[in-house]
């Protein structure tokens, strides 16, 4: 079962525009967001948090937004740049103080792709 | 610092042989994960270590999948037989402290192809 799920597999976005990213999760333990970014023949390396207490993070061109009672977050970057384009992998941890102990479960990815 | 370190970078093999994944963990950090990475399923934990012991290996598929990590600095993931719904990038990754930080540093992947 896909507790968290990144339903558009592509997104392709004109360079200087808003690209959204969007993720979905099912299970209401997750307390911590994260993206992650990916580039060919590179492992994924950390983008952006947040918090479950909080409902924006912003860091520079990229804002994580978290809707708690939808189950989903979302990542904008504004404006786009070609050297955006990335897999974008939304990543979730459930409460450390459970058995879980903060593991994170990742959705499939979004192929950002930004022309120039 | 280099980083995390896996070997080799794509692994082409036949169904039935044996395949073992390497790994160095970033030196200093005491967690080291590794994931293997589908088109339909995305990243998914196989196994996690914390200092050099396995605390969590539920999602390691099947008994054909095993994890060492003798040492703080070196973790193999090994494969035996092989088959090719194994094919698919494997990345391991090493973090700080116990459980799951919010940064883990991951390496360039193991492409592992079975025919």
């Known amino acids: 079962d896909q507790q968290v799920k990144q339903n558009s597999p592509s997104l392709s976005v004109q360079e200087g525009r808003i690209s959204i990213l969007n993720c979905d999760y099912t299970?209401?333990?997750?307390?911590?967001f994260l993206w992650y970014k990916k580039y060919p023949a590179e492992g994924p390396t950390f983008l952006i948090s947040?918090?479950?207490?909080?409902d924006k993070n912003e860091d520079g061109r990229f804002t994580v937004f978290l809707n708690k009672s939808a189950k989903h977050l979302s990542l904008h970057i504004v404006p786009s740049q070609p050297g955006d384009s990335a897999v974008y992998f939304c990543a979730a941890r459930a409460n450390a103080g459970g058995t879980s102990y903060g593991k994170l479960t990742f959705g499939q990815g979004t192929i950002l792709t930004v022309h120039p | 610092d280099a980083g995390v370190i896996q070997s080799p970078r794509h692994e082409v093999t036949e169904m039935g042989q044996e395949v073992t994944l390497r790994c160095k963990p970033i030196s200093g950090h005491n967690s080291l994960f590794w994931y293997r990475q589908t088109m339909m399923r995305g990243l998914e934990l196989l196994i996690y270590?914390?200092?050099?012991?396995?605390?969590?290996d539920s999602g390691m598929p099947e008994d054909r999948f095993s994890a060492k990590m003798p040492n703080a600095s070196f973790s193999t993931l090994k494969i035996q037989p092989s088959e090719p719904r194994d094919s698919a990038v494997y990345f391991c990754?090493?973090?700080?402290?116990?459980?799951?930080?919010?940064?883990?540093?991951f390496g360039p992947g193991t492409r592992l192809t079975v025919t």
């Open positions: 947040i918090s479950s207490i909080k």
């Open positions: 299970n209401s333990m997750f307390d911590y």
């Open positions: 270590f914390n200092n050099n012991v396995p605390i969590d």
């Open positions: 990754a090493s973090s700080l402290g116990r459980g799951f930080s919010y940064e883990q540093y």
